[in-house]
């Protein structure tokens, strides 16, 4: 079956480390995402990518980057640089242009935990 | 730019009774509208779309959703709730032309009282 997979389920990352979290798609999606989502605070953007090799900035890039070298993968590493990157992470894909099947798949996300 | 408000944070609702979750968006055209819930360290999942045609759309587990142009509302509803609906709803809007990204609510989170 198509879906997004997002890997690891829990990542724990050091103070001063980077870390990557993996985003995979087989639903032949051009649109991928990323979101960050805090309690009570609903899911904010990070990244987003229209195309391969194409990537914009959403409302919350700073300390995160993204690379989008194929279709089919969009990972985030988080940077030192983020201050409080202690959050759940989802990845979501869609088609690129509005239609009957337009809509977002969402992966089953990363929960990153500061130690 | 569009927005979204669901102005419920926390809803209790017993079991076996209706349901209504509400959702108001701002947009100036007839916008895409999304329901999606969310289980505990889990994924958004889809429940419902509107794009256009009937107002009232069906959805999956029983719910439907009715778009009120005039009131700018995205409501969602289910006539009799189980414990398993406990989760957390989202209401999105999305721009009906061109590249935009969809917009969501702050959320709401249902629980189920025995």
């Known amino acids: 079956d198509g879906g997004i997979t997002q890997s690891p389920k829990y990542l724990f990352r050091k103070e001063g480390q980077n870390v990557t979290l993996s985003c995979e798609q087989n639903?032949?999606?051009?649109?991928m995402y990323w979101y960050r989502q805090d309690p009570g605070q609903g899911l904010r953007l990070i990244y987003y990518?229209?195309?391969?090799?194409?990537?914009q900035k959403g409302d919350i890039a700073e300390g995160y980057s993204v690379s989008r070298e194929k279709k089919e993968s969009f990972p985030l590493t988080v940077t030192s640089a983020q201050k409080n990157p202690t959050a759940f992470y989802l990845c979501a894909s869609s088609i690129r242009y509005r239609g009957e099947s337009y809509g977002y798949t969402f992966g089953s996300g990363t929960r990153l935990t500061v130690v | 730019a569009q927005s979204v408000t669901q102005p419920d944070i926390h809803i209790t609702v017993s079991e076996g009774a209706s349901l209504e979750l509400r959702c108001n968006y701002s947009?100036?055209?007839?916008?895409?509208l999304f329901w999606y819930v969310q289980s505990p360290g889990q994924g958004l999942q889809l429940l419902l779309k509107y794009f256009s045609g009937d107002t009232l759309v069906q959805g999956i587990k029983g719910f439907e959703a009715e778009f009120k142009r005039s009131q700018s509302s995205f409501n969602l509803r289910k006539p009799s709730v189980h414990w398993s609906d406990a989760a957390e709803y989202f209401c999105a809007v999305g721009a009906n032309t061109g590249f935009q990204k969809l917009v969501f609510g702050t959320g709401t989170r249902l629980l189920v009282s025995p």
């Open positions: 947009y100036g055209a007839t916008p895409y």
């Open positions: 639903l032949n999606h051009d649109a």
């Open positions: 990518s229209q195309i391969v090799n194409d990537f």
